[in-house]
Nanobody, 116 residues
């Protein structure tokens, strides 16, 4: 089993920044994908950004140029630096991890609220 614990959510004003982190522990073999989804009230969960085992990075169009995902392989931790936050970025952010064809692992989520 793998456990994911997220840190860093909170309430900020538009234009400010937040940094999320997600630490993975447990039986980690070879991570294929690690990244973030978010779910806003009344909307479907959407992928925000992910990083692959070989370091390839992808972002949803709405956060390109504002968010930066990174990973510390030694700590099995992924970060999401969120800059120039907008009210539309409000939601619960969930960390996830894919490895070795196992079912996807999810964190419990952390709330991000951006006020206008």
């Amino acid at each position: 089993q793998v456990q994911l614990v997220e840190f860093g959510g909170g309430l900020v004003q538009a234009g400010e920044s937040l940094r999320l982190s997600c630490a993975a522990s447990g039986r980690i073999f070879s991570i294929d994908f690690m990244g973030w989804y978010r779910q806003a009230p009344g909307r479907q969960r959407e992928v925000v950004a992910f990083i692959t085992g070989d370091g390839t990075i992808k972002y949803v169009d709405s956060v390109k140029g504002r968010f930066i995902i990174s990973r510390d392989n030694a700590k099995n931790t992924v970060y999401l630096q969120m800059n120039s936050l907008k009210p539309d970025d409000t939601g619960v952010y969930y960390c996830y991890l894919d490895q070795a064809k196992q079912p996807r692992y999810w964190g419990l989520g952390t709330q991000v609220t951006v006020s206008s």
